[in-house]
Each structure stands twice: as structure tokens, then as C-alpha cells.
Nanobody, 110 residues
Framework: QVQPVESGGGLVQAGGSLRLSCVASRRIFSLNPMGWYRQASGKQRELVASITSGGYTNYADTVKGRFTISRDNAKNTMYLQMNSLKPEDTAVYYC????WGQGTQVTVSS
């Protein structure tokens, strides 16, 4: 398997939380930085957060303090913990690990 696989999206009320997961192949996971992107309807895809193989993280200003990216090397899995969700966080969220995942829908109701 080359394409990473996301899970964990859904519908949540504003102020709620969701955790996204992304499973990638062991070879890709151990050697490369990974990231979460999102694309809202009618907008371009944008970086949400990224993490290097050494654990260094970077966040978009719009999610700093609310979202946390992490990785579990033993499980070849990357996570995005999303707290204090806002309606403007509604988008399809994509995992990137050399290849794009299929995306998972996150919808935040007001």
C-alpha cells in the first residue's frame, strides 16, 4: 500500500473536538515529513500542520493553539487532534505522506 489512509472525520458542533488518523506505509512514514491539509468548498487546498520524522511541528496560524499534530512511529500513524472547532474549519482534510490520501470530511455546525 502506497496511498495513506485517513479516518476520523465527521459532524461536530462548534466548540467540539475530533481526532483524525492517517496510516502510511512503514518506509514512507519513517523517512519523510508528513502533513495535514484541508480544502474547503470553493477554496484552494491549504496546509494545516506538518511534522518531520524527528517530531518537529509547524502549524497554520488559523489553527495554532487549537490543533495538535503527532505521530506514533510504532503504528505508522499520524494524528491531528482538533479542539475548539469552528464552522470555518469545515473542509475535506487530507493526509500527505509522499502521496495524498483520499480525504475525510470534517463538518462543524454553528
Amino acid at each position: 500500500q502506497v496511498q495513506p489512509v485517513e479516518s476520523g472525520g465527521g459532524l461536530v458542533q462548534a466548540g467540539g473536538s475530533l481526532r483524525l488518523s492517517c496510516v502510511a506505509s512503514r518506509r514512507i512514514f519513517s523517512l519523510n515529513p508528513m502533513g495535514w491539509y484541508r480544502q474547503a468548498s470553493g477554496k484552494q487546498r491549504e496546509l494545516v500542520a506538518s511534522i518531520t520524522s524527528g517530531g518537529y511541528t509547524n502549524y497554520a496560524d488559523t489553527v495554532k493553539g487549537r490543533f495538535t499534530i503527532s505521530r506514533d512511529n510504532a503504528k505508522n500513524t499520524m494524528y491531528l487532534q482538533m479542539n475548539s472547532l469552528k464552522p470555518e474549519d469545515t473542509a475535506v482534510y487530507y493526509c500527505y505522506a509522499c502521496y495524498w490520501g483520499q480525504g475525510t470530511q470534517v463538518t462543524v455546525s454553528s
